[in-house]
């Protein structure tokens, strides 16, 4: 499957400075609702899609069995691999494993970035029967801001493809055909102009993320929590963490 040049692009740029592009990258909380709620054994096999700088993966490295890392941008990955047993240079459209390898599969923040049906119909497949997938995504509180909400997501990160509500994640698993389907939130408050200074947007867009904010209607404000401190924006971003089982 060809690689998408503009995502290879964008995470190219981000690489060197993407663990310290947001609060939720390094966020304790959030890492440690992300280990409970994939449920680990230490015989498990674990994949990691979209596995990045490794953040996640370095979560579960030493407390399963073993940890593959499957990406598709080098200057990435390349920071994962003391992270990871094993890495796998692919799309997450196209997993490079054979049918039910695996017993656990994570993907933070990947699937917006991907043919989203296809890539957890892969997560499905390469999934033993009773193993689990959890998908943990900035997802946006409801009808209410999601019109606002997006628009900042797509001035962040051009490469985008999709956008989430709670419940379009639990579509997608039950789509793919997992049972027992849960969705569970974490709350991550960040600093909007360190956020969205991710070395791959310029200033025009950076201020078009102000201007949202500044023009925020006060349903969006409500919701996400916003205060502008001495022009200081902070926002608190909602994650959705999907949690689907592959049926026995």
Same mark, same amino acid.
């Given at each position: 499957?060809?690689?998408?040049?503009?995502?290879l692009a964008h995470f190219t740029a981000r690489a060197a400075h993407y663990d310290r592009s947001s609060a939720w990258?390094?966020?304790?909380?959030?890492?440690?609702?992300?280990?409970?709620?994939?449920?680990?054994?230490?015989?498990?096999?674990?994949?990691? #899609?979209? +596995?990045?700088? @490794?953040?996640?993966?370095?979560?579960?490295?030493?407390? *399963? %069995? !073993?940890?593959?890392? /499957?990406?598709?941008?080098?200057?990435?990955?390349?920071?994962?691999?003391?992270?990871?047993?094993?890495?796998?240079?692919?799309?997450?459209?196209?997993?490079?494993?054979?049918?039910?390898?695996?017993?656990? #599969?994570? +993907?933070?923040? @990947?699937?917006?970035?991907?043919?989203?049906?296809?890539? *957890? %119909? !892969?997560?499905?497949? /390469?999934?033993?029967?009773?193993?689990?997938?959890?998908?943990?995504?900035?997802?946006?509180?409801?009808?209410?801001?999601?019109?606002?909400?997006?628009?900042?997501?797509?001035?962040?990160?051009?490469?985008?493809?999709?956008?989430?509500?709670?419940?379009?994640?639990?579509?997608?698993?039950?789509?793919?055909?997992?049972?027992?389907?849960?969705?569970?939130?974490?709350?991550?408050?960040?600093?909007?102009?360190?956020?969205?200074?991710?070395?791959?947007?310029?200033?025009?867009?950076?201020?078009?993320?102000?201007?949202?904010?500044?023009?925020?209607?006060?349903?969006?404000?409500?919701?996400?929590?916003?205060?502008?401190?001495?022009?200081?924006?902070?926002?608190?971003?909602?994650?959705?963490?999907?949690?689907?089982?592959?049926?026995?």
């Amino acid at each position: 499957m060809p690689v998408d040049p503009e995502v290879l692009a964008h995470f190219t740029a981000r690489a060197a400075h993407y663990d310290r592009s947001s609060a939720w990258c390094t966020d304790e909380e959030l890492g440690a609702r992300t280990v409970a709620l994939a449920d680990i054994a230490p015989q498990h096999v674990l994949l990691d #899609v979209a +596995c990045g700088t @490794g953040l996640v993966a370095r979560r579960f490295k030493g407390r *399963v %069995a !073993e940890v593959i890392g /499957v990406d598709l941008t080098p200057a990435m990955y390349a920071q994962a691999a003391p992270h990871l047993d094993h890495f796998l240079a692919g799309p997450g459209e196209a997993l490079p494993l054979p049918d039910q390898s695996v017993d656990r #599969v994570t +993907c933070r923040q @990947g699937v917006q970035f991907m043919d989203d049906a296809a890539a *957890v %119909a !892969e997560m499905f497949r /390469v999934l033993r029967p009773g193993g689990k997938v959890l998908l943990i995504h900035l997802c946006a509180y409801g009808e209410d801001d999601k019109a606002e909400y997006f628009e900042v997501l797509r001035l962040r990160n051009p490469a985008r493809r999709n956008f989430y509500l709670r419940g379009d994640l639990a579509s997608l698993l039950l789509g793919a055909g997992f049972t027992d389907v849960a969705v569970h939130d974490a709350i991550v408050e960040e600093d909007v102009d360190v956020w969205s200074d991710n070395k791959a947007i310029d200033e025009e867009r950076r201020e078009a993320i102000r201007a949202v904010y500044r023009g925020a209607s006060p349903a969006f404000s409500a919701l996400h929590g916003v205060r502008i401190e001495g022009g200081r924006i902070v926002d608190r971003m909602l994650f959705g963490l999907a949690v689907g089982t592959k049926p026995a």
